[in-house]
């Protein structure tokens, strides 16, 4: 059992729970990103549901539809950075073409199509848009899936569409929040009659819903259905409302050590590195490198407009805002970005151009990131520190929202948050 899931003490106490017949109802997987969460659960849910003796290799109908995430009683919600992971899958398909590889691709993006399960978006217009962009990929998929699979000179053509179509489904169908909807179907779904042993809801970073949310989840886990296992994974416990955590049991995942990960990356994808959160972001299609280097360009540009309205006021240059302008200017022009502009626009342009447009979900909160950085790095211990902070970090948030929340789209997202930002500071970073 859990031979997939490597350096977690967490997969050998679920085994044993398995065998002891106490496995709870309700289970809460915590730990750091890629630690291997999404993979044990799924893992559970194929084990729970199989007809023979869940070894791992079984070949009863049920594991092959588990594997394959296409069983009807597998039930997964919850948003993560799945593109990533198919880009590297399809790199090592690439490199190395075999049926464990073809497989690893093919789960990969499976991992973000069942997130658009009917179960979960029925009545919901949104589908209907992501229609066409659903089909492609499962037509693709079944290319991949048959027992010749793609010629060899399709492979490349077939992969590369898949994974352009990936980042566009993630971009435009996932948001960072769950939506409350969503949980209130998977609790009908819940209480239905399984069509094999037992139903499998698998929540992935369940700390991300609002209010209503947690109150429709915690009515599941009050009562939960008798053949129903539900799983739910988050960074930290402290991110689940205590009344939602005194129902589920707790299994730790840990951050796996260097060789354990190295081992990782080796076994599933074929190639070498020495931390998984690394290899996976190496597959953006834009560096984190070029994204902090953007977010000190667009800082240095906001701290140069600021300086230009302050001056014809006829007022005095804070401090703090010179610093951070020339810190965020000296990462800018060691990049290659060269000398702030005082025109938003124009900073904006340069922005989007060099995060191609962030048409990748994850790139924009991201750079988000980095530009809330530019401040601890720019500036020193100062009364005023504070104030500038609270200014960033409450528009920061509103763009984030903006974006992920209400589908705004990143580049007028961008140009409000300078526009805001570059006022605040020229008024003197008054909220």
Not at 47 to 71: F, M
Not at 120 to 138: N, T, Y
Not at 294 to 315: D, E, K, P, Y
């Amino acid at each position: 059992m859990f031979e997939n899931v490597l350096g977690q003490a967490a997969a050998a106490q679920l085994s044993a729970d398995i065998r002891g017949g106490v496995l709870a109802p309700a289970m809460l997987f915590f730990g750091p990103p890629a630690s291997g969460k999404g993979t044990a659960g799924l893992e559970l849910a194929r084990i729970l549901s199989c007809e023979a003796a869940a070894a791992w290799n079984c070949g009863c109908s049920a594991c092959s539809r588990h594997r394959s995430l296409t069983h009807p009683d597998l039930l997964l919600l919850g948003s993560r950075p799945f593109s990533m992971e198919s880009a590297a899958a399809a790199a090592a398909l690439l490199r190395e073409e075999s049926p464990s590889t073809r497989f690893l691709f093919i789960r990969s993006v499976r991992k973000l199509t069942a997130r658009f399960s009917p179960v979960l978006w029925e009545d919901d217009s949104k589908l209907g848009k992501l229609s066409g962009l659903l089909l492609s990929l499962e037509e693709d998929l079944d290319e991949l899936e048959a027992p010749a699979g793609a010629k060899p000179e399709r492979l490349e053509k077939l992969s590369q569409s898949i994974v352009k179509n990936v980042y566009k489904l993630e971009a435009e169908g996932m948001g960072d929040l769950i939506p409350v909807a969503q949980i209130r179907r998977a609790a009908y779904w819940s209480r239905l009659a399984p069509a094999g042993r037992r139903k499998f809801l698998l929540i992935e970073n369940a700390g991300r819903m609002q209010e209503s949310g947690r109150n429709a989840l915690l009515k599941l886990l009050e009562e939960p259905p008798e053949r129903v296992t539900i799983v739910l994974t988050a960074v930290r416990r402290e991110g689940l409302i205590p009344t939602v955590l005194s129902r589920l049991r707790p299994y730790r995942f840990v951050k796996r050590e260097a060789a354990a990960e190295a081992e990782l990356i080796r076994r599933v994808f074929r190639d070498s590195g020495s931390g998984i959160n690394a290899y996976l972001n190496s597959f953006l299609p834009v560096s984190e490198e070029t994204l902090r280097a953007l977010a000190a360009f667009f800082a240095a540009s906001l701290c140069a407009a600021s300086v230009l309205q302050i001056r014809s006021r006829g007022r005095s240059l804070p401090e703090e805002l010179v610093k951070l302008g020339k810190y965020a200017a000296s990462i800018a022009e060691a990049a290659g970005l060269g000398r702030p502009v005082t025109d938003l626009k124009g900073a904006v342009g340069r922005v989007l151009e060099g995060a191609d447009q962030f048409g990748v979900r994850f790139l924009f909160p991201r750079f988000l990131r980095f530009l809330l950085s530019m401040i601890s790095g720019g500036i020193g211990p100062s009364p005023d520190r504070i104030g500038l902070s609270e200014i960033w970090l409450k528009e920061t948030a509103a763009a984030g929202t903006a974006v992920d929340v209400y589908n705004q789209n990143p580049a007028l997202a961008l140009e409000r948050l300078g526009a805001e930002l570059r006022r605040s500071m020229a008024d003197g970073f008054r909220l």
